[in-house]
């Protein structure tokens, strides 16, 4: 939960809904210096407040404390983070550790003709 990302969302949120500071915190019972320290991101709401915050804006907690979420598009869709996910098969993490061992084999042949006794 980043303090710069949260602040934006509620920022935004706040303005496309038309709602000063001052209403927002008085609807959270907070004053209106603590909303702005949110927006600002020098400051997080209290664990307490999120459930009534992101009701207020009209969001999901996720979407508020999650820089990355997405609601789902229809109600059948599940929520998802956007976020790029690793597809490691098993021919690609093979072939990792197959270059791994050759570079391995490799250092081990140049230290041996550094190090190897001549005679």
């Known amino acids: 939960m980043d303090a710069k990302s949260v602040g934006q969302t509620?920022?935004?949120?706040?303005?496309?809904?038309?709602?000063?500071?001052a209403e927002l915190a008085e609807t959270l019972g907070v004053t209106n210096k603590a909303v702005s320290r949110w927006e600002c991101g020098a400051g997080l709401p209290d664990t307490t407040l999120l459930e009534p915050l992101a009701k207020t804006l009209g969001i999901?907690?996720?979407?508020?404390?999650?820089?990355?979420?997405?609601?789902?598009?229809?109600?059948?869709e599940p929520a998802r983070e956007?976020?790029?996910k690793a597809h490691w098969t098993a021919?690609?993490?093979?072939?990792?550790?197959?270059?791994?061992?050759?570079?391995l084999y490799l250092a081990m042949?140049?230290?041996?003709?550094?190090?190897?006794?001549?005679?």
Do not use: S, Y
């Not at 509620?10 to 500071?21: M, N, P, V, Y």
């Not at 999901?60 to 059948?76: G, H, K, W």
């Open 91 to 103: 021919a690609r993490i093979a072939l990792v550790i197959t270059i791994a061992v050759g570079l």
């Open 10 to 21: 509620i920022a935004e949120r706040r303005h496309g809904l038309g709602i000063t500071q």
């Open 109 to 119: 042949l140049l230290a041996w003709e550094v190090v190897k006794p001549r005679g």
């Open 60 to 76: 999901d907690v996720r979407m508020l404390v999650c820089e990355n979420f997405r609601p789902p598009a229809t109600p059948d």
């Open 82 to 84: 956007d976020q790029p």
